[in-house]
């Protein structure tokens, strides 16, 4: 018999939304005539914009002749679309990164689970903590998080982000080589402030750890004077790797497009103590095990990155605004503290008198038929939380507030 990477004996199972599954249909064969809203959606509702539709029509069409026929396409991508991205996300931002610094993938969620092979097998982890467990369980699996006790691995650093530190983890007293941060934050719908994001670049240029920063929510942000890319911050092009998602910005969940910046200029040290660049490493990586996102994929992610998506896009976004907005303005007038929801379609909610997270899932669920998903299935610094996104539909959402509020 085969024998195994012992590091998935030790993972703990896929929990939280399998558990939350089971609770709602548990509910549900109990009252089969209430309907069920939740409240809980990890996916974007909203269609995918005239624009993009129209460019993937056409680059389908394309594929039919064999003069425009595409076959395998550059690993990291091609030029037409690291050069939308360029124009579109970075330089208007003064950001100065190239286009060969930007490599193409089917979504973030490959890339910052991938990414991590680059590390030593030793390399320290630090997450901030509620975490997005793609960063946790990635590095679980590759043998990095040692042993797991009460919620926790004894190898990670965890950085606790709650009301207490206004949601901007404190630099860790242990030195970590990698450190993951994710803003607009999932699941806290917080975002980190420049003086925080500055206080991390630093923090890794004095340490020599590597930041891996996830941008997801990035089209969330409303305020322009917060950092949308980690690249804003000075001197981060030597220390950061950025990761960014079509998913949220345009609806690609279904459709697969992401990108991750590796600057050229970013490296980390052999244990003989050389300096290698993670860019070619990645490179190296991407070219062995990946053959490149779609032509047709590629082609539909070009289009949202054109001025003329613009006003397409703002809309679909501001479906997801209005009901973060109106679910944090319900949430304060029941007299509660809500956190997020502003650069942000999550809004985290402290539960009230601090009442286990578990327990005011199945309250919500019990009077008032409506999900949200347990803070504490994020870790160990979510209990007494629960985060509401805002995917469902205006009318559902209003429905599911007004039911909270004769409920709570
Ligand atoms: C949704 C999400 C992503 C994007 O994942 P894709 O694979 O691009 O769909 C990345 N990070 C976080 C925190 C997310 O919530």
């Given at each position: ?5 012992n590091?998935y004996?030790?993972?703990?199972g896929?929990y939280?939304?399998s ?9 549900r ?10 409240l809980?959606?990890?996916d ?11 460019a ?6 394309e ?6 026929f595409?076959?395998?396409g550059p690993?990291?991508?091609?030029g037409?679309?690291r ?10 931002r003064?950001?100065?990164?190239r ?9 973030a969620?490959s890339?910052?689970?991938n990414?991590q ?8 982890i630090?997450?901030?903590?509620p975490v997005y ?6 590095n ?6 040692g042993?797991?006790e009460?919620?926790r691995?004894?190898?990670?650093v965890y950085?606790?982000?709650?009301a207490?530190?206004?949601?901007q983890?404190?630099?860790?007293s242990v ?7 994710c ?9 980190l ?6 206080a ?6 004095e340490?020599e750890?590597?930041?891996?920063f ?6 969330f ?6 950092p ?8 981060a ?18 459709l697969?497009c992401g990108?991750?910046v ?11 103590g ?6 070619d490493?990645?490179?190296r ?5 990946y053959n ?10 070009e289009?949202?990155f054109?001025p003329?998506?613009?006003?397409e ?15 944090l ?11 997020g ?15 286990p997270?578990w327990?005011?899932?199945d309250?919500?669920?019990?009077r008032a038929a ?14 007494g939380?629960?985060?509401f ?16 509020e004769?409920?709570l």
């Open positions: 018999m085969a024998s195994i990477n590091a004996a030790g993972l703990s896929n939280l939304f558990e939350v599954a089971r609770r709602v249909s548990a509910y064969q109990k009252h089969p005539e209430t309907e069920v809203i939740s809980g959606i990890g974007v509702s909203q269609p995918m914009i005239p624009a993009v539709i129209r993937l029509h056409k680059a389908v069409d594929m039919a002749c064999a003069e425009t595409r076959g395998y690993e990291q991508g091609y037409f679309l050069e939308a991205i360029l124009n579109h996300d970075f330089l208007p003064g950001v100065n990164i286009a060969e610094e930007i490599f193409i993938s089917d979504g969620k890339d910052i689970g990414f092979e680059l590390f030593g097998e030793d390399a320290v630090a997450l901030t903590d467990p793609v960063y946790e369980d990635s679980a699996m590759a043998g990095r998080a042993t797991r009460n919620g691995w004894n190898r990670i950085l606790p982000c709650t207490a530190n206004a949601f983890p404190d630099l860790p030195r970590p080589d990698v450190i993951y941060l803003s607009p934050n999932n699941p806290t719908g917080t975002v402030d420049r003086s925080s994001l500055t991390w670049v630093n923090y890794a240029r340490k750890s590597v930041i891996l996830d941008a997801a929510y990035e089209a942000i409303q305020d322009d004077s917060l949308r890319s980690i690249y804003e911050i000075p001197g092009d030597e220390v950061a790797v950025e990761f960014r998602s079509l998913s949220k910005t345009a609806g690609f969940t279904g697969r990108y991750a590796v600057p050229e200029k970013l490296t980390a040290r052999t244990k003989d050389r300096l290698l660049s993670l860019h490493m990645w490179l990586r991407q070219c062995t095990k490149g996102c779609p032509y047709i994929v590629q082609r539909a992610a289009a949202v054109q003329e998506a613009g006003e896009l703002a809309a679909a976004l501001a479906v997801y605004r209005d009901n973060a907005r109106i679910m303005d319900a949430f304060r007038r029941m007299g509660l503290s809500a956190f929801g502003v650069h942000s379609p999550y809004v985290w909610l402290q539960t009230p008198k601090a009442m997270s327990d005011f899932f309250l919500l669920l019990e409506v999900v949200c998903t347990p803070g504490a299935g994020f870790g160990v610094s979510g209990e939380y629960a985060r996104t805002a995917f469902n539909s205006p009318e559902n959402t209003k429905k599911a507030l007004e039911r909270l004769k409920a």
